[in-house]
C-alpha cells in the first residue's frame, strides 16, 4: 500500500478564497482522522470518522471547516471562506480501530495571505 | 474525556547520551499508549507502543515504561544519534472504540548535538 496519501502537499492562497484537502486513507481502515498542526497550538484533532460516519467534529473551529468522507477511500477538508489565521500544516490519519496505530499522510502546508 | 501531559517540550542531548521524555494521563482506564516521531516536514510516525497489560517494552534503543498506578508512561532513548532529532508525541486511548480514540500530548522537540 502507498500509505495514506495527501493532495495537495503545499497551497497558497488568498483570505476570502475555497480551499479543499484531499486525503485518501490506507485500504481497509475504518478510522480517518483530520488534524491541524501549528507552532502556537500543537497537534489538534479537528474531526474523525468511522465506516465513512462523521463521530466527532468538535474540533472544528468554525463553521468555515466542513469535512466529508463519501466512500471509504476517499475524505474531503473544505476552508470557506480562507482566513490567515488558517495556516497551517493539515494532517491526514487513517486506523484499522482506535487501539491500533495511527498512519499518517505527508500533510498539506496550507498558507493564506 | 483524557487529557496528557508531556514534559519536557524540549529536550537538548549530546550525542550518545540517553534521553528520557514523560507522559501522564488523567483516565486510568487508558489502556493503549503509542508514541510518535515526526521528522521534519514529513507526518508523525509511530515508533512503538504499549499496552496496559505490560510494564515495559524495549525496541533496540528506545523503550516504553509504564506505571498504571501513578497514571504516566516514559519514552527512553539510549546512546542518541542525530538523526533521533525530532518531534515526539505520546498518546493515551480509552477502551472501547467509537468515540474513545487516542488523546495526544504536546510534543517534545529532541535535539541530540553532533
Known amino acids: 500500500d502507498a500509505g495514506v496519501i495527501q493532495s495537495p502537499r503545499h497551497e497558497v492562497t488568498e483570505m476570502g478564497q475555497e480551499v479543499t484537502l484531499r486525503c485518501k486513507p490506507i485500504s481497509g481502515h475504518d478510522y480517518l482522522f483530520w488534524y491541524r498542526q501549528t507552532m502556537m497550538r500543537g497537534l489538534e484533532l479537528l474531526i474523525y470518522f468511522n465506516n465513512n460516519v462523521p463521530i466527532d467534529d468538535s474540533g472544528m473551529p468554525e463553521d468555515r471547516f466542513s469535512a466529508k468522507m463519501p466512500n471509504a477511500s476517499f475524505s474531503t477538508l473544505k476552508i470557506q471562506p480562507s482566513e490567515p489565521r488558517d495556516s497551517a500544516v493539515y494532517f491526514c490519519?487513517?486506523?484499522?480501530?482506535?487501539?491500533?496505530?495511527?498512519?499518517f499522510g505527508p500533510g498539506t502546508r496550507l498558507l493564506v495571505l | 474525556g483524557e487529557n496528557v501531559e508531556q514534559h519536557p517540550s524540549t529536550l537538548s542531548v549530546q550525542e550518545g547520551d540517553s534521553a528520557v521524555i514523560k507522559c501522564t494521563y488523567s483516565d486510568s482506564a487508558s489502556n493503549y499508549f503509542p508514541w510518535y516521531k515526526q521528522e521534519l516536514g514529513k507526518g508523525p510516525q509511530l515508533i512503538i507502543d504499549?499496552?496496559?497489560?505490560?510494564g515495559e517494552k524495549k525496541d533496540q534503543r528506545i523503550a516504553v515504561t509504564l506505571n498504571k498506578t501513578a497514571k504516566h508512561f516514559s519514552l527512553h532513548i539510549t546512546e542518541t544519534q542525530p538523526e533521533d532529532s525530532a518531534v515526539y508525541f505520546c498518546a493515551a486511548t480509552l477502551p472501547g472504540g467509537g468515540s474513545y480514540i487516542p488523546t495526544f500530548g504536546r510534543g517534545t522537540s529532541l535535539i541530540v548535538h553532533p
Open positions: 504499549i499496552r496496559s497489560n505490560v
Open positions: 490519519a487513517s486506523s484499522f480501530s482506535t487501539q491500533e496505530t495511527q498512519y
